[in-house]
């Protein structure tokens, strides 16, 4: 099995080498193409991207709005100043699982089995399925700030709302190679789910994206000191609502690069040589 497995990953490798980059684009169009047409036969796929931004904001601002309000010195209007913005961090990392079950189904129902026998390049799989994964996180965007709106959150600095938008992408991104190596070296998607739980639900209440920090306990503000959805919450606070921008908005940054930096190759590995 190794033997077929190495020789299987090295013709691959030499096929892709190749490709020329025109047709890697081209490529990487056909399956973009492909993943939506399979969303528009599937519309049920898109329940989350357009629920789950609904019912958080819901949630949060008429269950919590008032009491965590009046903590932040105002009331229900105080809190949607403060939740929204955070909730654009909720919505990268929450998204982003997306791409892990859908590779893990796509293994599990031999689609990509299909794929190695096309003469397609490999990376254009990858790639085709961030950018669908990235378009439902901005659809999802896009409908969390209609609510938004319609709950009283003020828009009143638009390249500042475009520019965490854009962050919170470039975030996404890199966290969707986490995911990405999750659907190919776990078996099947219910085990993607319940993994990507485990680091989502630490991440997202160990931080601020729903409640300020300083009432937390001391140790649990260390941890939220360093949680990139943290800084990314904050970097989206200061850049739609005012506030410090420069070292949240570094620190993500950094997170994202260093993600990336080190998770997309162990994702290409992984994926390159699943037999």
Do not use: C
Not at 34 to 62: C, G, H, K
Not at 158 to 167: D, H, I, K, S, T
Request: charge should be positive; charged fraction near 10%.
């Amino acid at each position: 099995m190794s033997a077929v497995t190495v020789t299987t990953s090295t013709s691959t490798g030499a096929a892709d080498g190749r490709i020329p980059l025109r047709g890697h684009l081209r490529h990487t169009g056909a399956l973009i193409r492909r993943n939506l047409l399979w969303i528009r036969q599937d519309p049920e796929s898109m329940f989350d991207a357009l629920l789950m931004p609904v019912v958080f904001t819901l949630l949060f601002v008429y269950v919590f709005g008032g009491s965590i309000g009046q903590a932040l010195g105002g009331g229900q209007d105080k809190y949607v100043q403060y939740v929204i913005p955070g909730m654009l961090a909720m919505m990268s990392m929450t998204m982003s699982q997306g791409v892990g079950t859908g590779f893990s189904q796509d293994f599990n129902s031999g689609v990509m089995d299909r794929f190695r026998s096309l003469p397609i390049g490999r990376g254009s799989v990858l790639f085709a399925k961030l950018a669908v994964e990235l378009a439902r996180m901005l659809f999802a965007t896009a409908i969390l700030m209609v609510v938004a709106v319609l709950v009283g959150f003020d828009i009143t600095n638009w390249p500042g709302l475009f520019a965490a938008v854009g962050l919170s992408t470039l975030f996404a991104s890199s966290i969707m190679w986490v995911f990405l190596t999750l659907g190919v070296v776990l078996k099947n998607a219910q085990s993607v789910q319940a993994m990507g739980f485990l680091v989502l639900f630490p991440l997202q209440f160990g931080s601020s994206i729903f409640a300020p920090t300083k009432s937390m306990p001391t140790w649990l503000q260390h941890f939220t000191d360093y949680n990139p959805l943290s800084t990314l919450a904050d970097a989206a606070r200061g850049l739609t609502t005012g506030g410090p921008v420069a070292h949240p908005l570094w620190v993500t940054l950094a997170w994202s690069v260093a993600i990336t930096a080190v998770m997309a190759p162990v994702a290409i590995h992984k994926f390159r040589t699943k037999s």
